[in-house]
Protein backbone atom coordinates (compact mmCIF):
# COMPACT_ATOMS: atom_id res chain seq x y z
CA UNK A 1 0.00 0.00 0.00
CA UNK A 2 1.44 3.77 -0.68
CA UNK A 3 -0.64 7.10 -0.72
CA UNK A 4 -3.83 4.89 0.25
CA UNK A 5 -3.76 3.25 -2.78
CA UNK A 6 -3.62 -1.12 -2.77
CA UNK A 7 -1.23 -2.60 -5.06
CA UNK A 8 -2.99 -5.82 -6.27
CA UNK A 9 -0.99 -9.61 -6.61
CA UNK A 10 -1.60 -11.31 -9.99
CA UNK A 11 -3.26 -13.89 -7.74
CA UNK A 12 -5.56 -11.37 -6.35
CA UNK A 13 -6.14 -10.15 -10.13
CA UNK A 14 -7.25 -13.22 -11.00
CA UNK A 15 -9.91 -13.10 -8.43
CA UNK A 16 -11.31 -10.14 -9.15
CA UNK A 17 -11.15 -10.85 -12.91
CA UNK A 18 -13.53 -13.60 -12.31
CA UNK A 19 -16.11 -11.09 -10.81
CA UNK A 20 -15.94 -8.63 -13.18
CA UNK A 21 -17.07 -11.55 -15.71
CA UNK A 22 -19.22 -12.05 -13.70
CA UNK A 23 -20.72 -8.93 -13.68
CA UNK A 24 -20.89 -8.96 -17.23
CA UNK A 25 -22.20 -12.24 -17.63
CA UNK A 26 -25.49 -11.05 -15.54
CA UNK A 27 -25.45 -7.60 -17.53
CA UNK A 28 -25.69 -9.98 -20.66
CA UNK A 29 -28.66 -11.51 -19.30
CA UNK A 30 -30.13 -8.11 -18.41
CA UNK A 31 -29.76 -7.74 -22.32
CA UNK A 32 -31.76 -10.36 -22.84
CA UNK A 33 -34.41 -8.97 -20.81
CA UNK A 34 -34.89 -5.80 -22.10
CA UNK A 35 -37.92 -4.97 -23.39
CA UNK A 36 -40.72 -2.48 -23.64
CA UNK A 37 -42.75 -3.50 -20.73
CA UNK A 38 -39.96 -4.81 -19.06
CA UNK A 39 -38.89 -3.35 -15.41
CA UNK A 40 -35.63 -2.62 -13.41
CA UNK A 41 -37.97 -4.46 -10.69
CA UNK A 42 -38.26 -7.62 -13.27
CA UNK A 43 -34.60 -7.63 -14.23
CA UNK A 44 -32.98 -7.15 -10.56
CA UNK A 45 -34.57 -9.98 -9.10
CA UNK A 46 -33.53 -12.31 -12.08
CA UNK A 47 -29.79 -10.46 -11.49
CA UNK A 48 -29.90 -11.34 -7.94
CA UNK A 49 -30.74 -14.75 -8.73
CA UNK A 50 -27.32 -15.32 -11.13
CA UNK A 51 -25.14 -13.70 -9.30
CA UNK A 52 -26.24 -15.84 -6.25
CA UNK A 53 -26.14 -19.06 -8.12
CA UNK A 54 -22.34 -18.45 -8.92
CA UNK A 55 -22.27 -18.33 -5.12
CA UNK A 56 -21.27 -14.50 -4.97
CA UNK A 57 -23.25 -11.70 -3.52
CA UNK A 58 -24.51 -8.71 -5.30
CA UNK A 59 -21.97 -5.90 -4.65
CA UNK A 60 -23.82 -3.23 -4.46
CA UNK A 61 -27.33 -4.13 -2.27
CA UNK A 62 -26.93 -2.72 1.35
CA UNK A 63 -23.88 -0.75 0.24
CA UNK A 64 -24.09 2.42 2.28
CA UNK A 65 -27.96 1.12 2.47
CA UNK A 66 -28.62 0.72 -1.43
CA UNK A 67 -31.65 -1.24 -1.78
CA UNK A 68 -30.99 -3.76 -4.76
CA UNK A 69 -28.66 -5.53 -7.02
CA UNK A 70 -28.56 -3.03 -10.31
CA UNK A 71 -28.63 0.45 -10.29
CA UNK A 72 -30.90 0.80 -13.07
CA UNK A 73 -30.75 4.32 -14.51
CA UNK A 74 -33.28 5.62 -17.28
CA UNK A 75 -32.63 8.17 -19.88
CA UNK A 76 -31.87 11.87 -18.05
CA UNK A 77 -30.90 9.62 -15.02
CA UNK A 78 -27.31 9.61 -15.09
CA UNK A 79 -26.44 6.58 -12.44
CA UNK A 80 -27.93 5.42 -8.96
CA UNK A 81 -31.21 4.67 -10.27
CA UNK A 82 -33.22 2.61 -7.88
CA UNK A 83 -34.63 -0.60 -9.83
CA UNK A 84 -38.85 0.23 -10.05
CA UNK A 85 -41.64 -1.08 -11.34
CA UNK A 86 -41.88 1.61 -13.76
CA UNK A 87 -42.08 -0.03 -17.59
CA UNK A 88 -39.62 0.94 -19.87
CA UNK A 89 -40.37 2.17 -23.16
CA UNK A 90 -39.80 2.06 -26.94
CA UNK A 91 -37.05 5.07 -27.17
CA UNK A 92 -35.44 4.37 -23.60
CA UNK A 93 -31.73 4.19 -23.02
CA UNK A 94 -31.27 2.80 -19.81
CA UNK A 95 -28.08 2.27 -18.06
CA UNK A 96 -27.65 -0.73 -15.77
CA UNK A 97 -24.58 -1.04 -13.32
CA UNK A 98 -23.79 -4.03 -11.20
CA UNK A 99 -20.93 -5.10 -8.95
CA UNK A 100 -20.63 -8.61 -7.29
CA UNK A 101 -18.90 -9.77 -3.83
CA UNK A 102 -16.98 -13.36 -4.51
CA UNK A 103 -13.84 -14.35 -2.71
CA UNK A 104 -13.56 -11.07 -0.82
CA UNK A 105 -12.85 -9.00 -3.95
CA UNK A 106 -15.46 -6.76 -5.83
CA UNK A 107 -16.47 -6.85 -9.14
CA UNK A 108 -18.04 -3.63 -11.22
CA UNK A 109 -19.19 -2.79 -14.57
CA UNK A 110 -21.54 -0.96 -15.97
CA UNK A 111 -23.50 -0.57 -19.54
CA UNK A 112 -26.00 1.57 -21.45
CA UNK A 113 -28.72 -0.21 -23.69
CA UNK A 114 -30.70 1.66 -26.15
CA UNK A 115 -34.81 0.21 -26.38
CA UNK A 116 -35.88 0.28 -29.56
CA UNK A 117 -36.57 2.97 -31.48
CA UNK A 118 -33.84 5.15 -29.21
CA UNK A 119 -33.39 8.83 -31.50
CA UNK A 120 -30.26 9.09 -33.50
CA UNK A 121 -28.66 11.63 -31.58
CA UNK A 122 -28.77 9.61 -28.69
CA UNK A 123 -27.22 6.62 -29.89
CA UNK A 124 -24.74 9.01 -30.69
CA UNK A 125 -24.01 9.80 -27.18
CA UNK A 126 -23.86 6.24 -26.55
CA UNK A 127 -21.34 5.66 -29.15
CA UNK A 128 -19.48 8.49 -27.69
CA UNK A 129 -19.48 7.76 -24.33
CA UNK A 130 -18.30 4.26 -24.54
CA UNK A 131 -15.61 5.19 -27.23
CA UNK A 132 -14.43 7.73 -24.62
CA UNK A 133 -14.34 5.00 -21.91
CA UNK A 134 -12.01 3.11 -24.39
CA UNK A 135 -9.49 6.34 -24.66
CA UNK A 136 -9.49 6.65 -21.10
CA UNK A 137 -8.58 3.32 -20.90
CA UNK A 138 -5.46 3.52 -23.14
CA UNK A 139 -3.90 5.63 -20.94
CA UNK A 140 -4.05 3.90 -18.32
CA UNK A 141 -0.41 2.34 -17.71
CA UNK A 142 2.39 2.38 -16.01
CA UNK A 143 4.36 5.41 -15.33
CA UNK A 144 1.00 7.35 -16.44
CA UNK A 145 -0.88 9.82 -14.11
CA UNK A 146 -4.17 9.42 -12.83
CA UNK A 147 -5.17 12.67 -14.95
CA UNK A 148 -3.82 11.07 -17.86
CA UNK A 149 -6.98 8.97 -17.72
CA UNK A 150 -9.32 11.98 -17.11
CA UNK A 151 -8.34 14.43 -19.62
CA UNK A 152 -8.71 11.85 -22.36
CA UNK A 153 -11.84 11.21 -21.10
CA UNK A 154 -13.21 14.96 -21.11
CA UNK A 155 -11.18 15.93 -24.12
CA UNK A 156 -13.00 13.13 -26.80
CA UNK A 157 -16.50 13.90 -25.22
CA UNK A 158 -16.61 17.45 -23.99
CA UNK A 159 -13.97 18.85 -26.72
CA UNK A 160 -14.29 16.27 -29.74
CA UNK A 161 -17.49 16.12 -29.28
CA UNK A 162 -20.19 18.29 -27.58
CA UNK A 163 -20.88 17.11 -24.04
CA UNK A 164 -20.52 17.16 -20.71
CA UNK A 165 -18.49 15.25 -18.37
CA UNK A 166 -20.57 14.24 -14.87
CA UNK A 167 -18.37 16.01 -12.37
CA UNK A 168 -20.14 14.70 -9.26
CA UNK A 169 -18.97 11.24 -10.12
CA UNK A 170 -16.01 9.57 -10.62
CA UNK A 171 -14.31 6.76 -11.15
CA UNK A 172 -12.30 4.73 -8.43
CA UNK A 173 -9.80 1.70 -7.44
CA UNK A 174 -11.10 -1.30 -6.77
CA UNK A 175 -10.58 -4.79 -4.21
CA UNK A 176 -11.49 -6.07 -0.85
CA UNK A 177 -13.43 -2.51 -0.95
CA UNK A 178 -16.39 -1.55 -4.12
CA UNK A 179 -14.47 2.15 -3.63
CA UNK A 180 -10.55 2.38 -2.79
CA UNK A 181 -8.41 5.00 -3.41
CA UNK A 182 -7.23 6.60 -6.00
CA UNK A 183 -10.44 8.71 -7.46
CA UNK A 184 -10.41 8.34 -11.25
CA UNK A 185 -12.01 11.45 -12.37
CA UNK A 186 -13.54 11.67 -16.12
CA UNK A 187 -12.37 15.10 -16.44
CA UNK A 188 -9.14 17.10 -15.64
CA UNK A 189 -5.59 17.63 -16.48
CA UNK A 190 -2.60 15.82 -18.35
CA UNK A 191 -0.13 14.89 -15.79
CA UNK A 192 -1.99 15.68 -12.48
CA UNK A 193 -3.11 13.12 -9.74
CA UNK A 194 -1.39 10.14 -8.50
CA UNK A 195 0.88 8.11 -10.94
CA UNK A 196 -0.01 4.74 -11.81
CA UNK A 197 2.35 1.40 -10.96
CA UNK A 198 1.78 -1.56 -11.84
CA UNK A 199 -1.22 -3.86 -9.91
CA UNK A 200 -3.36 -0.93 -9.56
CA UNK A 201 -6.82 -1.83 -10.27
CA UNK A 202 -9.28 0.65 -11.54
CA UNK A 203 -12.83 0.90 -12.69
CA UNK A 204 -13.10 4.03 -15.57
CA UNK A 205 -16.90 4.91 -16.18
CA UNK A 206 -17.30 7.80 -18.02
CA UNK A 207 -21.04 9.46 -17.39
CA UNK A 208 -21.68 11.82 -19.70
CA UNK A 209 -24.83 13.81 -20.40
CA UNK A 210 -26.05 14.78 -23.69
CA UNK A 211 -26.42 18.83 -22.29
CA UNK A 212 -25.14 20.80 -19.62
CA UNK A 213 -23.17 19.01 -16.82
CA UNK A 214 -24.78 19.68 -13.70
CA UNK A 215 -26.63 17.20 -11.90
CA UNK A 216 -29.07 16.74 -8.88
CA UNK A 217 -29.84 13.99 -6.66
CA UNK A 218 -33.19 12.81 -6.35
CA UNK A 219 -35.57 12.76 -3.39
CA UNK A 220 -35.23 8.95 -3.04
CA UNK A 221 -31.52 9.89 -2.03
CA UNK A 222 -29.68 8.16 -4.54
CA UNK A 223 -31.00 8.40 -8.26
CA UNK A 224 -28.46 11.06 -9.95
CA UNK A 225 -29.94 12.96 -13.04
CA UNK A 226 -29.32 15.28 -15.57
CA UNK A 227 -30.61 18.93 -14.11
CA UNK A 228 -31.54 19.85 -17.51
CA UNK A 229 -33.68 16.59 -17.93
CA UNK A 230 -31.57 15.31 -21.20
CA UNK A 231 -30.39 12.06 -21.61
CA UNK A 232 -26.80 10.88 -19.55
CA UNK A 233 -24.84 7.60 -20.58
CA UNK A 234 -22.25 5.53 -18.76
CA UNK A 235 -20.12 2.83 -19.70
CA UNK A 236 -17.86 0.90 -17.27
CA UNK A 237 -14.45 -1.35 -17.62
CA UNK A 238 -12.54 -2.87 -14.50
CA UNK A 239 -9.12 -2.58 -15.15
CA UNK A 240 -5.66 -3.53 -14.13
CA UNK A 241 -2.82 -1.13 -14.88
CA UNK A 242 0.12 -3.03 -16.89
CA UNK A 243 3.48 -1.66 -18.75
CA UNK A 244 2.27 -1.60 -22.30
CA UNK A 245 -1.38 -1.38 -22.09
CA UNK A 246 -4.12 -2.03 -19.34
CA UNK A 247 -5.66 -5.83 -18.80
CA UNK A 248 -9.04 -4.64 -19.32
CA UNK A 249 -10.80 -7.23 -16.42
CA UNK A 250 -14.68 -6.84 -17.42
CA UNK A 251 -15.50 -8.12 -20.96
CA UNK A 252 -18.22 -6.13 -22.85
CA UNK A 253 -18.47 -8.78 -25.75
CA UNK A 254 -20.79 -11.17 -24.28
CA UNK A 255 -23.33 -8.18 -23.91
CA UNK A 256 -22.93 -7.10 -27.08
CA UNK A 257 -23.68 -10.81 -27.94
CA UNK A 258 -26.63 -10.35 -26.29
CA UNK A 259 -27.84 -7.17 -27.94
CA UNK A 260 -26.97 -8.21 -30.79
CA UNK A 261 -29.37 -11.48 -30.38
CA UNK A 262 -32.28 -9.05 -28.81
CA UNK A 263 -34.61 -7.52 -31.07
CA UNK A 264 -35.99 -4.72 -28.96
CA UNK A 265 -32.22 -3.44 -28.74
CA UNK A 266 -30.29 -1.30 -30.71
CA UNK A 267 -26.51 -2.14 -31.17
CA UNK A 268 -24.29 1.19 -29.54
CA UNK A 269 -21.97 0.19 -32.31
CA UNK A 270 -18.39 2.03 -32.27
CA UNK A 271 -16.33 4.52 -33.13
CA UNK A 272 -12.75 3.82 -33.96
CA UNK A 273 -10.18 4.54 -31.46
CA UNK A 274 -6.98 4.55 -32.82
CA UNK A 275 -4.09 3.02 -30.58
CA UNK A 276 -1.39 5.17 -29.43
MG1 LIG B 1 -20.28 0.31 -11.51
MG1 LIG C 1 -17.78 1.79 -10.38
Known amino acids: MSNGIFYKTDDEVELIRQNCLL ?9 GLMQPGASGTKIDAKAEQL ?3 HGAVPGFKGYRGFPATLCVS ?3 QVVHGIP ?3 EFKDGDIVSVDCGVLMNGYYGDAAYTFAIGDVREEIMQLLKVTKASLYKGIQQATVGKKVGDISSAIQYFTERVHPYSVVRELV ?3 LGRNLHEAPEVPNFGKRGQGPRMRDGLVIAIEPMINLGKKEVIT ?9 EDRLPSAHFEHTVVVRKQKADILSNH ?12 LKEVGEIAVETA
Open 51 to 53: IRD
Open 74 to 76: VNE
Open 218 to 226: DKDEWTVFA
Open 84 to 86: SKQ
Open 23 to 31: VCKTLALVG
Open 171 to 173: GHG
Open 253 to 264: SSIEEAIRKNPN
